[in-house]
């Protein structure tokens, strides 16, 4: 496996477990005293978190599952292309974060967009990875045949 596709690896899962942290701690406010509900909640779950927790939250788990085992040039694209749109994301999130002005969330978002930089890059360089490269290693092939 080479090395870049081992430091994808851990940037999907690092990028993930922040979101997680992130949502904890808006949830750590509680110990202070300080109301996390949103305005305009009325006890129910909106529709838009399941997505958002798919797509931040679990989506990039599987996905890094998925390129233990799958590594042929169509997947390092679709790679590289996942990994921009996360990284818009991530910057958007920042930005909007400086707005908040909470400096906990700031740290953690700003090392979010970081790993998510780096992602990027780590898969531009997988992705220009010649194939020749990965002759001597099993082809991508469904897990399960």
């Known amino acids: 496996m080479s090395i870049s596709r081992i430091r994808i690896l851990i940037f999907w899962v690092l990028t ?3 979101m997680i942290l992130h949502f ?3 949830v750590g406010d509680l110990f202070y005293g300080i ?3 949103r305005e305009g909640a009325n006890g129910q779950k909106p529709t838009s978190l399941v997505f958002i927790r798919f797509i931040f939250e679990l989506f990039p788990l599987i996905w890094a599952v998925a390129l233990l085992y ?3 040039i169509e997947w390092r694209r679709v790679n590289f292309f996942l990994s921009i749109p996360f990284t818009l994301a991530h910057l958007s999130h920042v930005v909007g974060e400086l707005k908040e002005g909470d400096p906990s969330q700031l740290l953690l978002l700003t090392f979010v967009l970081l790993m998510s930089i780096l992602l990027t890059i780590e ?3 997988w992705l220009k990875t ?3 490269q990965f002759t001597n290693q099993q082809k991508s092939k469904p897990v399960f045949e």
């Open 16 to 18: 993930t477990v922040c």
């Open 24 to 26: 904890n701690f808006h």
């Open 130 to 132: 010649p194939d020749y």
């Open 35 to 37: 109301n996390i509900v």
């Open 70 to 72: 799958l590594q042929s």
């Open 123 to 125: 898969s531009w360089k």
